[in-house]
């Protein structure tokens, strides 16, 4: 039996060589076809392109795909690619959308993408693997899954729950993507190249996000096409009036938090011994997502980076991983930003915000109210249905929004037991990324490292923020996948260099050397 193959599935390629490839193989035929498939393209785009609905990106993209996956080839790397990449940036679309549960923080629909679709067809090529029987099919990683599954479970019985049912769908819907992306990468990455291809969508994807959001910032022009939008917000000028960039990630500072979470590893990219594309890559995606994070003004982004960037310079310095040349284009990178953002930065951060942080404390003091209440939790989603009857006079003067603590809001959502299991998530990606760090090869445990300190940057920031974003969260479970795949990587890492590795006998014993299994 074939071995599973990320780049193209041998199940389609004998199916591509079975009955219908041999029909066409005439040239008549496959004239006529080629002239029928290229009429009918451009008749559907015209029509696609020519409505005003809202579904009318992800059709096209759907009639585009299975062409432009014929002519590249590697079916199962675009589809992961584009999965990634539409993380930050879309299109995307809320059916059903209800105002009322969007404007408070909440999911306020249901949630479809360009990256749902492709993670179907990613699903779809596993799914048929494993069927026909071509091709060996990975297993479904199930003992390493376990705290997902538990929180997920938790996440569903709260629905019983929930007051408004409708509203814990929507979260659940987009939940079941975030686990389906989870599972497909834990289960399906085998290789070194599977990871390298994972690794450089992230990359790509914080770089487009950041020019993006660079682009926007510095012409003050936001756009809308295509399903994807920008935004720029302005804070009151109560609260500093500061100009803050979203890109395509709605508010400052779920965008914040995307980008804090990928510039370490986008910077571990250049000291890993990797192909010279994928360092070129991260060498590129560092200074953009540096100086679009800081765009966002997002005090909670700072404090998450500033943790994963520490740990990996404390640790990079301590292995010696550093070059000259490296530490002078971090020096570089940091005296361009001190010079051009400074006194912003400083304003924003040492500055008057007139009780923009402080106004996080009434939120916090309702959610200990609603957990008093309601033990077990009001059900996924639905702290912002129960939000209203909650706000009495006393903070009638405050913002209110959705809890500006994560934590808090599984806590009041979905109770106790499953803010222990989502801990248990955390808990588990952060020891697989220390573990990682200390076992794998030079090309990704710098990788690692950085991992390690963006998981806990983000477990801090999770404090102080809503996380209620599409990136944020799914970004995190990618990385719990990814590492769960690392962790077979580590393993063998181990054992290769045991078996390599010269033991250091006394001064005496000259030109003698021997292995360290013994021989």
Same mark, same amino acid.
Request: charged share 10%.
């Given at each position: ?13 004998e ?28 008749g ?35 589809l992961?690619?584009l ?10 679309i ?13 999911i ?8 749902? =679709? &492709?993670?179907g067809g @990613?699903?779809? /090529?596993?799914?048929? !693997? ?5 091709? #060996?099919? *990975? +297993? ?9 599954f ?32 989870f ?9 070194r ?10 990359m ?9 959001m660079?682009?926007?910032a510095?012409?003050?022009v ?29 508010s400052?500072? =779920? &965008?914040?938090?995307? @980008?804090?979470? /990928?510039?370490?590893? !986008? ?5 890993? #011994?990797? *192909? +010279?594309r ?37 640790i ?80 009638s ?19 106790p037991?499953g803010?222990l ?40 920031h ?7 974003s ?50």
């Amino acid at each position: 039996m074939a071995s599973w193959n990320l780049v193209q599935p041998r199940w389609i390629t004998e199916v591509s060589q079975g009955g219908i490839g041999r029909l066409v193989t005439s040239w008549p035929a496959q004239l006529f076809l080629a002239a029928a498939v290229g009429l009918a393209l451009g008749g559907a785009a015209i029509v696609v392109t020519g409505s005003n609905s809202r579904f009318a990106p992800l059709l096209l993209a759907a009639l585009l795909a299975p062409f432009v996956a014929a002519v590249v080839g590697r079916v199962r790397y675009i589809l992961l690619i584009l999965t990634i990449v539409t993380i930050p940036i879309g299109p995307d679309i809320y059916l059903g959308y209800r105002e009322e549960i969007g404007m408070l923080g909440g999911i306020g629909g249901w949630n479809i993408s360009l990256g749902t =679709a &492709a993670l179907g067809g @990613l699903y779809a /090529l596993w799914i048929g !693997a494993a069927l026909t029987g071509v091709a #060996r099919a *990975p +297993r479904l990683v199930l003992r390493q899954a376990l705290p997902v599954f538990l929180y997920f479970l938790l996440n569903v019985v709260s629905i019983l729950f929930a007051p408004d049912v409708t509203a814990a769908l929507f979260e659940t819907f987009w939940l079941v993507q975030i686990v389906a992306l989870f599972l497909y990468v834990a289960s399906t990455v085998e290789t070194r190249r599977d990871v390298y291809v994972i690794i450089a969508a992230m990359m790509v994807a914080l770089a487009l996000e950041s020019i993006i959001m660079i682009g926007v910032a510095a012409t003050g022009v936001t756009f809308e096409v295509a399903g994807i939008s920008t935004r720029v917000t302005t804070t009151s000028v109560y609260a500093g009036g500061f100009t803050r960039a979203a890109g395509t990630l709605g508010s400052p500072n =779920a &965008a914040g938090s995307y @980008l804090a979470f /990928l510039v370490a590893p !986008a910077l571990a990219l250049t000291i890993c #011994r990797l *192909p +010279r594309r994928l360092r070129w890559l991260g060498g590129a995606a560092f200074p953009l997502g540096t100086i679009a994070l800081i765009l966002t003004l997002s005090r909670g982004s700072f404090l998450s980076a500033g943790i994963a960037l520490m740990v990996l310079v404390a640790i990079g310095l301590h292995r010696r991983w550093f070059a000259a040349s490296t530490i002078v284009a971090m020096a570089a990178v940091g005296t361009v930003a001190a010079v051009i953002f400074g006194p912003t930065l400083v304003a924003r951060l040492f500055g008057e915000d007139h009780g923009a942080a402080e106004a996080r404390i009434p939120l916090m003091q309702i959610a200990f109210r609603v957990i008093g209440d309601h033990p077990l939790g009001v059900g996924l989603n639905n702290f912002t249905a129960v939000l209203p009857a909650y706000v009495g006079p006393e903070f009638s003067t405050h913002f209110i929004y959705s809890i500006h603590n994560y934590y808090l809001t599984i806590w009041a959502e979905i109770g106790p037991v499953g803010l222990l299991a989502f801990l248990w998530i955390v808990f588990a990606a952060v020891r697989r990324a220390w573990h990682c760090a200390n076992t794998l090869g030079p090309d990704l445990a710098p990788f690692a490292v950085a991992v390690f300190g963006s998981l806990l940057g983000e477990a801090v920031h999770m404090f102080v923020d809503v996380y209620k974003s599409w990136a944020q969260l799914d970004s995190l479970f990618l990385i719990a996948g990814l590492l769960i795949a690392l962790t077979r990587f580590s393993r063998a890492d181990l054992v290769r260099r045991s078996a390599s590795h010269w033991v250091r006998l006394p001064a005496f014993i000259p030109n003698y050397r021997t292995t360290g299994v013994g021989g």
